[in-house]
């Protein structure tokens, strides 16, 4: 998965795994990427969501329709067997690496049965390997490409020409400074005046300079037009992805930015419990959202995305769009994974459009989809820079996929996961 962000991550000395890791922690996180899907939850990829408000902070409202939503990647039907495979895979990875010879006691056809269900698995992981080694190769093409077209993808000078004023004063960072990555003390008194809770688990601020949101947008326009020409490199299964990823299009740097000054922070100030740890992993997307009708929106594919929680443990979602350009595509929110509002289906808000660079930062297991962009000026969408951040060496070092997809820790270590210390 970070292949094509190697260099940058190395570059800002960040992001990778810096000790021996044993062979089972490997296939297992594999079989669990490969099984749970880029986004874990129902929806398909990452959203987030504003639509029409004045002023800094969106307007909130709360609604009690039910939230809805397909299951990201996987069909879930519902039918018993259908996760046969994945509970044996996960049965033989607990198995190899908790009893002593655990085969012994197996026949041999039951021992090739297993193999090839994970030969299967390690097919499909080259094949999204290789897939990853082409969108590198294509990385030095279209960067290329981007020079010749005069589009500059390289970080300002300062980091008062990244982030606000407001947020600046808070995170403690002078605008003066060289673009860096060493966090600074956070300014709890001005970080209270900046940040406002929206729902549990989920918080807005103003955080990026507008005229910098409008270099990401202008960007990923000469990214689609490149790859129109070019023509699409498909996924394994068919789809194009990895377009907008903002390692792919020269802006990682901004992904390491942001990690290192506002999600690694604020996750551990406000959702602690979240983590158990600092956040090592990141990946940054653009998305777009259009009308179903009309011209055709560079980089915006669709017009609306279902409930969904993401595969990460804090989320940034910050709205690169003038508000004014597009109608309707306000976010919901949904209760916490496991809560009480997430087994009833409930909204608990509904949040419209903030100016760009407004950031709504939230848990990525907090349910969240978005509404339908009704209306949008001509060349217009509504586009998000959606950042994912994981903690592998905090909460997925601790938890198994069970637990952690049904946040089943609740801020907390549970005590009987498999992963923990009482069973080993």
């Known amino acids: 998965q970070q292949a094509a962000a190697a260099a940058a991550a190395r570059g800002a000395g960040m992001f990778l795994w810096d000790g021996a890791v044993p062979a089972w922690v490997v296939a297992a996180s594999a079989l669990a990427t490969l099984f749970l899907g880029a986004g874990a939850g129902a929806g398909k990829g990452a959203g987030g969501g504003e639509g029409r408000s004045s002023g800094m902070r969106p307007a909130l409202t709360s609604r009690g329709a039910p939230l809805g939503g397909a299951i990201n990647e996987k069909d879930v039907t519902g039918e018993a067997g259908r996760g046969e495979n994945l509970a044996r895979l996960l049965h033989l990875g607990f198995g190899l690496n908790h009893y002593p010879n655990y085969l012994a006691r197996w026949s041999l056809g039951d021992v090739e049965r297993a193999e090839d269900m994970l030969l299967a698995q390690l097919e499909e992981l080259r094949a999204q390997k290789a897939w990853l080694a082409k969108r590198a190769e294509r990385t030095e093409e279209l960067l290329a490409h981007l020079r010749r077209a005069g589009v500059d993808v390289a970080p300002p000078a300062t980091l008062g020409e990244v982030f606000s004023a407001e ?47 409008a270099r990401l947008v202008h960007t990923l326009r000469h990214v689609v037009e490149f790859e129109e020409a070019r023509g699409p490199l498909l996924a394994p299964n068919g789809s194009q992805r990895g377009v907008s990823d903002l390692d792919f299009i020269g802006w990682g740097w901004l992904c390491d930015l942001l990690v290192r000054h506002v999600a690694n922070p604020l996750g551990g100030l406000l959702m602690g419990g979240e983590l158990l740890g600092d956040l090592d992993w990141r990946q940054g997307y653009i998305t777009g959202y259009g009308p179903e009708q009309g011209e055709r929106r560079p980089g915006a594919p669709r017009s609306s995305l279902a409930t969904h929680t993401d595969d990460s443990e804090v989320t940034l979602n910050i709205a690169l769009s003038d508000p004014g350009d597009f109608e309707g595509g306000e976010i919901r929110l949904g209760g916490m994974r496991g809560s009480r509002e997430d087994q009833r289906g409930d909204v608990t808000a509904l949040v419209d459009a903030p100016e760009r660079g407004v950031c709504l930062l939230h848990a990525g297991r907090l349910n969240h989809g978005v509404e339908e962009v009704q209306d949008a000026a001509s060349g217009a969408a509504r586009y998000q820079l959606i950042v994912w951040c994981r903690a592998r060496r905090g909460i997925r070092a601790e938890l198994c996929p069970c637990c952690w997809i049904n946040r089943r820790n609740d801020g907390k270590l549970p005590d009987d996961c498999v992963c923990g210390p009482r069973w080993n």
Request: proline share 11%; net charge negative.
């Open 167 to 213: 947020a600046l004063a808070a995170l403690g960072l002078a605008p003066e400074s060289a673009v860096g990555y060493e966090e600074a003390p956070l300014v709890l008194p001005a970080l209270d005046d900046l940040i406002e809770e929206v729902t549990e688990g989920a918080y807005h601020l103003p955080l990026l300079q507008p005229a910098l949101c």
